[in-house]
């Protein structure tokens, strides 16, 4: 079976590519790598021992995706690319509707042309927004996330709706990730951010390795146990193993039309406080921090209800904190400049 991964030379989508060809799944992957490097895909084909089909290019350009849908007999689409970063989303909102709405947009009117049904989309807890309560189920309403990029992931997710109401070939999975942390336990590939990491584990990892002097931790007056916000850490492999688990489940269900979400994410929420212990154990040593004050839009405390994921895609993220911490670790000191180095 061969699969289309766009996004796929960045961090989550070099680890899924990895698990894909581990399970015997051929990838095409596509992505104009703005916000990753090509030399990611070059050490997960030495990692699986196997070939990745690279073309460089933006989702927002059909007559080029279609080309690879000609050259290439995709049966299933994993999408990835996107822009990520929510306080620059607040900047530049156009930018992030284009690439996001539009160019998702884009991808799924070539699939149609192209025959190919089945879809897999990168969705986040965002989409639960502020109005529902912990933890977070798939049957809640979708709610109105605070940035661009949460809202750009609602909208698509509403794309998605309404293409499987009007199509009945249609097969979608929005997974709904929670906050994934760490690397392969290589340590040869791992999330590898351009500038001052917005990512909590990115920045502690910097500090670590010595890039960046402190950590600032966005608040400590919020109502959880120790005052730090909470968050559902999972390991990025356990994520990775997840998108093989729902393709797995729509080869499994050849009947299924439709679009589906599923949570991914360990059940458990981690405070910042927690992850900086956790962080000094795995490593030996201290990490300076402060307390500076609250990030606007961050939410006190949320995490997965994942029961639908262990129960219909038989997953379930696996992997410690302890061992989140190892690989972030052994992924930073390895690459102290990311893929540059
Ligand atoms: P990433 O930035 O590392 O990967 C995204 C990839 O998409 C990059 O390789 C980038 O070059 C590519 N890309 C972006 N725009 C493109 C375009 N127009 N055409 C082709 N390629 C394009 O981010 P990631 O952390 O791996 O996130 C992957 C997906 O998961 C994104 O959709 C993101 O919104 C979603 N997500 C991420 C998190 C997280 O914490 N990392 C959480 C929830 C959801
Ligand atoms: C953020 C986004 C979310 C997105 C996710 C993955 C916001 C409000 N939310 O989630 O939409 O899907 O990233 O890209 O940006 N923290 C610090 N110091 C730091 C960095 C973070 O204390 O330098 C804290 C934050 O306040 C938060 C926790 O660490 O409580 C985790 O932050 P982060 O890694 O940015 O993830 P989220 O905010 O959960």
């Known amino acids: 079976m061969k699969v289309l991964v766009t996004g796929g030379a960045g961090y989550i989508g070099s680890h899924t590519v990895l698990s894909l060809l581990e399970n015997n799944y051929d990838v095409v992957v596509y992505d104009n790598l703005v916000n990753s490097s090509i030399e990611s895909i070059d050490r997960v084909e030495k990692l699986a021992g196997k070939k990745v089909e690279f073309v460089e290019?933006?989702?927002?350009?059909?007559?080029?995706?279609?080309q690879v849908f000609k050259q290439f007999k995709i049966d299933a689409v994993i999408h990835f690319a996107a822009l990520k970063a929510v306080g620059e989303s607040t900047q530049i909102p156009l930018s992030y509707y284009q690439n996001n709405v539009h160019g998702t947009v884009c991808l799924l009117e070539v699939m149609q042309q192209h025959k190919v049904h089945n879809f897999i989309f990168s969705s986040s807890a965002t989409v639960y927004g502020e109005e529902n309560d912990v933890p977070y189920v798939e049957t809640m309403k979708l709610g109105t996330p605070s940035s661009p990029y949460g809202a750009s992931k609602v909208m698509v997710e509403r794309v998605l709706a309404d293409l499987a109401l009007s199509d009945p070939n249609f097969r979608g999975v929005s997974l709904r990730y929670f906050n994934p942390i760490g690397a392969h336990e290589s340590g040869t590939i791992g999330e590898d951010p351009k500038g001052i990491p917005n990512n909590l584990l990115p920045y502690v990892a910097q500090v670590a390795v010595g890039k960046r002097d402190k950590l600032g931790i966005f608040g400590d007056d919020y109502p959880t146990k120790d005052g730090t916000c909470e968050r559902d850490y999972?390991?990025?492999?356990?994520?990775?193993?997840?998108?093989?688990?729902?393709?797995?489940?729509?080869?499994?269900?050849?009947?299924?039309?439709?679009?589906?979400?599923?949570?991914?994410?360990?059940?458990?929420?981690?405070?910042?406080?927690?992850?900086?212990?956790?962080?000094?154990?795995?490593?030996?040593?201290?990490?300076?921090?402060?307390?500076s004050p609250r990030r606007a839009g961050d939410l006190p405390a949320f995490w997965a209800n994942a029961n639908k994921a262990n129960q219909q895609l038989n997953w379930q993220a696996s992997r410690t904190l302890e061992k989140m911490m190892e690989d972030t670790w052994r992924w930073q000191s390895n690459n102290p400049n990311g893929y540059l180095a």
């Open 57 to 66: 290019g933006d989702i927002c350009n059909k007559d080029k995706l279609s």
């Open 234 to 291: 999972l390991h990025v492999m356990d994520l990775a193993q997840g998108h093989v688990a729902a393709l797995d489940w729509l080869n499994r269900h050849s009947e299924f039309s439709g679009v589906e979400a599923f949570n991914l994410g360990t059940g458990n929420g981690t405070s910042v406080f927690a992850i900086v212990k956790a962080f000094e154990l795995a490593i030996n040593k201290e990490i300076k921090f402060e307390v």
